[in-house]
């Protein structure tokens, strides 16, 4: 995070704040973080950042809903470049685990805002919206892989896109604990993977 940012555009000047912002929330946390550091690692003041974004709140919020366009995009890639359908789920929590940028952020925001921010009820009514779209996506592509007969037909795609993103909160718990089930999740996705498609292949 440069403090020594070129002239941008007022377009390029909120995405660079909104960048920065998502590194330091994911760190630090909603309560942990303030506009006023945020402000100096964007390399602006804090009045322009009151320009983009009218307060903490909507800036976090803003954050999330970016997060999740980022992972949507890297999973679309991940579907994209993966012709078996029965891997589509392994591959999507696969590179959804190792991101290491804003499309990895949505789990560690999401743990947050259940801890720090969970007597804010926008905050709340956000989160519950955010995440049952997210849902709304895992289920769709788990029927897609069904249809092409990548996941066994019994399986229920709305139960199973929640195990899918409970699997996803459990690995943002494990690295905040220092790693608590890594070696459990090779594991973890070959049950899942023999769960869904019947082989572990």
């Known amino acids: 995070m440069s403090t020594t940012k ?6 390029e000047r909120r995405a660079d704040v909104l960048d ?23 390399g602006v003041s804090e009045p322009i950042l009151y320009r ?4 903490k709140r909507e800036l976090y919020l803003a954050c999330l809903s970016e997060a999740w366009v ?15 359908p029965g891997l589509w789920i392994g591959a999507m929590g696969r590179s959804y685990l190792a991101a290491k940028d804003k499309r990895g952020y949505i789990a560690n925001l999401w743990v947050q805002a259940l801890t720090e ?10 989160i519950r919206r955010h995440m049952r779209e997210v849902h709304q996506f895992v289920a769709g592509v788990i029927r897609q892989a069904q249809k092409a ?3 066994i037909p019994e399986r229920d795609p709305d139960a199973e896109a929640w195990i899918f993103i409970a699997v996803g909160l459990l690995g943002t718990v494990s690295k905040r604990l220092g790693g608590l ?11 899942r993977l023999i769960w869904m498609t019947g082989s572990a292949e």
């Open 6 to 11: 070129g002239r941008l555009s007022a377009e």
């Open 20 to 42: 920065t912002a998502c590194q330091i929330f994911s760190k630090a946390g909603y309560q942990g973080a303030t506009t006023a550091e945020i402000a100096r690692a964007s």
């Open 52 to 55: 983009h974004f009218s307060s």
């Open 70 to 84: 980022e992972c949507r995009a890297m999973w679309e890639a991940t579907i994209a470049d993966e012709p078996d």
């Open 117 to 126: 921010a969970s007597e804010d009820p926008e905050i709340r009514r956000f």
């Open 149 to 151: 007969g990548g996941v």
């Open 181 to 191: 089930v890594d070696e459990d999740f090779p594991k973890i996705f070959r049950s």
